[in-house]
């Protein structure tokens, strides 16, 4: 049995090991945090999610990061950079501590710095201008490739006027005779017999006449219903052109996207031709004035943009959308502070104030 002295020692060794256990663990968690006396934060204005309004910079992104801040109680300032490339080239060369910019994760980022979760998810969308469907049939209606193939037309109509008039000039002059008269006639004839209206005031008695006649009549059939699909394929092929299914839908026509986005990885990806803007703001502007037909990029910056420039009865999101985007912050190769800040962030994305934010924004 224990002597009762024992007992009394063992009792005191603990109560005193104990403020060393815990400066112990105090010392542990100190040392996980790396030393910084202001955290270098690299961002670029990237409405609606980092704003600069007098001088202070606002936004989903940067809510984020004040409630991350809230439990990590650090200083920090932030870094503005001019685009989105030289934001990602600062963080890949180290010039800044993290970036809580809305940056995509993607392979070839993932190539080049560090992602904690994701706060936010977006979609890759198509912005493009509206129009009037009736303007837009009269313009294919009244083109150049409506009206060269009327005029084929009237040239197919006029040879077999031609020909039958050939036959008919001398037997049945009062129905054909003549030069230019008898020709207009043929011409008249033609052109009847292929609409199938068949009045009956001209018709070809030779025998020669008769055959030119049937074969006429035959390929006129052909002739006509062609004509009518063609006219009704030029009164649709625009809007069935311009349905944007998926990205390989775009090969067709000018796009255009920001520089050193996700959205320009993806149509390089599929190797579609692309024109590089700055940022959103330059997109939607370079969509109103038809530099290009669509512009691919985040949708909530693309709505974001359409309202803040007061476009909406110009400019319409598609509703298909390209792809699926994670927001993440963006970290420097090996970083010491994702570890530490990853885990405040998933924790500060479960807070009720984190949830009326994002009901905010919608």
Same mark, same amino acid.
């Given at each position: 049995?224990?002597?009762?002295?024992?007992?009394?020692?063992?009792?005191?060794?603990?109560?005193?090991?104990?403020?060393?256990?815990?400066?112990?663990?105090?010392?542990?968690?100190?040392?996980?945090?790396?030393?910084?006396?202001?955290?270098?934060?690299?961002?670029?204005?990237?409405?609606?999610?980092?704003?600069?309004?007098?001088?202070?910079?606002? $936004?989903?992104?940067?809510?984020?990061?004040?409630?991350?801040?809230?439990?990590?109680?650090?200083?920090?300032?932030?870094?503005?950079?001019?685009?989105?490339?030289?934001?990602?080239?600062?963080?890949?060369?180290?010039?800044?501590?993290?970036?809580?910019?809305?940056?995509?994760?993607?392979?070839?980022?993932?190539?080049?710095?560090?992602?904690?979760?994701?706060?936010?998810?977006?979609?890759?969308?198509?912005?493009?201008?509206?129009?009037?469907?009736?303007?837009?049939?009269?313009?294919?209606?009244?083109?150049?490739?409506?009206?060269?193939?009327?005029?084929?037309?009237?040239?197919?109509?006029?040879?077999?006027?031609?020909?039958?008039?050939?036959?008919?000039?001398?037997?049945?002059?009062?129905?054909?005779? $003549?030069?230019?008269? $008898?020709?207009?006639?043929?011409?008249?004839?033609?052109?009847?017999?292929?609409?199938?209206?068949?009045?009956?005031?001209?018709?070809?008695?030779?025998?020669? $006449?008769?055959?030119?006649?049937?074969?006429?009549?035959?390929?006129?059939?052909?002739?006509?219903?062609?004509?009518?699909?063609?006219?009704?394929?030029?009164?649709?092929?625009?809007?069935?052109?311009?349905?944007?299914?998926?990205?390989?839908?775009?090969?067709?026509?000018?796009?255009?996207?920001?520089?050193?986005?996700?959205?320009?990885?993806?149509?390089?990806?599929?190797?579609?031709?692309?024109?590089?803007?700055?940022?959103?703001?330059?997109?939607?502007?370079?969509?109103?004035?038809?530099?290009?037909?669509?512009?691919?990029?985040?949708?909530?910056?693309?709505?974001?943009?359409?309202?803040?420039?007061?476009?909406?009865?110009?400019?319409?999101?598609?509703?298909?959308?390209?792809?699926?985007?994670?927001?993440?912050?963006?970290?420097?190769?090996?970083?010491?502070?994702?570890?530490?800040?990853?885990?405040?962030?998933?924790?500060?994305?479960?807070?009720?104030?984190?949830?009326?934010?994002?009901?905010?924004?919608?």
């Amino acid at each position: 049995m224990p002597s009762f002295s024992g007992f009394i020692f063992f009792l005191l060794f603990t109560i005193n090991f104990q403020p060393v256990i815990a400066q112990q663990e105090q010392d542990t968690i100190s040392a996980e945090i790396p030393e910084a006396k202001k955290y270098i934060i690299g961002i670029t204005e990237t409405p609606p999610f980092v704003e600069k309004r007098l001088g202070e910079y606002t $936004g989903l992104s940067i809510s984020s990061w004040k409630l991350v801040n809230e439990q990590l109680k650090t200083d920090y300032e932030f870094k503005e950079y001019a685009s989105l490339a030289d934001l990602l080239d600062g963080i890949e060369k180290g010039e800044v501590d993290f970036s809580v910019n809305p940056i995509t994760v993607t392979d070839n980022r993932m190539k080049r710095m560090d992602f904690s979760q994701p706060y936010f998810i977006s979609h890759t969308s198509v912005a493009k201008r509206k129009e009037s469907r009736l303007l837009k049939h009269l313009e294919n209606l009244f083109s150049w490739d409506f009206f060269s193939v009327v005029f084929l037309l009237l040239l197919v109509i006029f040879i077999f006027g031609f020909l039958v008039w050939l036959f008919e000039r001398r037997n049945n002059a009062e129905e054909f005779g $003549g030069s230019i008269k $008898g020709i207009m006639q043929g011409f008249w004839w033609s052109a009847v017999t292929m609409t199938t209206v068949g009045y009956g005031d001209k018709s070809p008695r030779t025998l020669g $006449g008769r055959i030119i006649g049937l074969i006429w009549m035959f390929m006129a059939v052909i002739i006509i219903s062609s004509f009518t699909a063609g006219i009704a394929s030029s009164l649709t092929v625009t809007s069935i052109n311009e349905e944007i299914n998926n990205i390989e839908d775009l090969q067709r026509f000018d796009v255009g996207t920001v520089n050193s986005s996700s959205s320009q990885e993806l149509l390089n990806l599929y190797n579609i031709e692309n024109t590089l803007v700055k940022d959103g703001e330059e997109g939607i502007k370079a969509v109103y004035d038809k530099e290009f037909s669509f512009f691919v990029y985040d949708e909530p910056i693309l709505r974001y943009e359409i309202q803040k420039q007061d476009l909406s009865d110009e400019i319409e999101i598609l509703g298909q959308s390209l792809k699926k985007d994670y927001y993440s912050y963006a970290f420097p190769k090996n970083s010491k502070l994702l570890p530490l800040i990853d885990p405040i962030l998933v924790r500060s994305l479960k807070t009720m104030e984190w949830s009326t934010l994002t009901e905010d924004y919608y």
